[in-house]
């Protein structure tokens, strides 16, 4: 027997309701309904501390189904510092909303009781990426637009007296890396979280015709062949930080934040772009589909509040060589669209 009209009615309205108390917590909004992120603790740019090559001295703190860690963990593993820079990997807490330590790290169980260790507000965000001191028992930076910065000048502990050989900002890329950089962080990198967290029609129409208006731009940029690199011939941030969005796309971003307009199989150039960059040393292992969908399908209790973990396609159909036709696409185009 179906419910009365009555009752679907104050039932829809009641969970609008919940519905927006809940997104409260987990997105804030202006009044207008778009997502606004709010600022990373520990965000002030530094220099390159005088112990970075000291091996063991600092650690860097990334969770495996962050976008913005993995754009950290990106550049420590693209340029080799692991004999530096310790790494450790934070697991979410879905019933608490914060994020773990796996075993305790310098007496601390979270990452919220790092950051109160630290120095930081209390209530504030524990957020990753996080670069850690052990010397000085203190936190050297948490924004990873400033990290990723830093540890690409950050020297190796097997040869403290240069970097290592990959220099993500090279200097006759250096303009267009960093016009590509702002126009990713606000309309791609924020761009898909903005589409999924917001409030009204109006803030998600905007924010997806920014999105594809972008991905669009850097499709006619890696198709007019001048480079293989959105910024130039050499990899460089830019390139840094769109693989985290572009590499979740099918996987998590186009079903749960509806951002599947048009699946990345029609942007040949961007697919291929992607593949590119995922057959680079080292970036493989910085990728973990499976804890990716287990962490937003599972979390993100607003948006999916089953927290049911649908099927995806297999992160090898995603970074082949080209795309699929589009008589082949089946799972890909299913879940994107």
């Known amino acids: 027997m179906l419910p009365p009209p009555w009752l679907v009615r104050g039932a829809r309205s009641l969970w609008h309701w919940q519905w927006l108390q809940l997104m409260g917590g987990l997105a804030p909004a202006d009044a207008q309904g778009n997502y606004r992120r709010p600022p990373a603790g520990f965000g002030e740019a ?7 090559a ?3 001295a600092h650690v860097l703190i990334v969770g495996r189904s ?12 693209l340029r080799a510092l692991a004999d530096s820079i310790h790494l450790v990997v934070v697991e979410p807490d879905p019933q608490a909303g914060r994020w773990r330590f796996t075993e305790p790290f310098e007496g601390c169980g979270t990452l919220a009781e790092l ?12 957020t990753v990426p996080l670069l850690y001191s052990r010397r000085r028992q203190q936190v050297v930076v948490g924004e990873s637009a400033r990290l990723i910065e ?5 020297p190796a502990a097997t040869n403290p007296d240069r970097k290592t050989d990959r220099d993500l900002d090279p200097p006759e890329q250096r303009q267009a890396t960093a016009a590509w950089r702002q126009r990713l962080q606000e309309s791609v990198n924020d761009g898909v979280y903005r589409c999924g967290f917001a409030r009204t029609q109006a803030a998600y129409d905007a924010a997806e015709a920014a999105l594809f208006t972008t991905l669009e731009a850097a499709e006619a940029q890696l198709a007019a062949g001048g480079s293989l690199w959105l910024s130039g011939p050499r990899p460089s941030l830019a390139d840094v930080q769109l693989f985290p969005t572009l590499i979740r796309m099918e996987l998590v971003y186009a079903p749960l934040f509806g951002v599947g307009r048009r699946p990345l199989w029609q942007l040949p150039a961007l697919w291929a772009w992607r593949s590119r960059f995922h057959q680079l040393p080292g970036v493989a292992d910085t990728c973990w589909p499976q804890a990716w969908r287990r962490d937003y399908f599972g979390a993100l209790f607003p948006l999916h509040p089953s927290g049911i973990v649908p099927a995806g396609p297999p992160l090898a159909t995603l970074v082949g060589s080209s795309p699929p036709a589009p008589g082949d696409a089946g799972p890909i185009s299913d879940i994107a669209g």
């Open 46 to 52: 530094i220099a390159v501390p005088g112990d970075a």
């Open 66 to 77: 962050c976008p913005w860690a993995h754009r950290a963990w990106l550049v420590w593993a």
């Open 115 to 126: 950051y109160g260790r630290c120095g930081a507000p209390p209530g504030s965000r524990a």
């Open 54 to 56: 000291e091996p063991g």
């Open 150 to 154: 830093l540890l690409n000048h950050w």
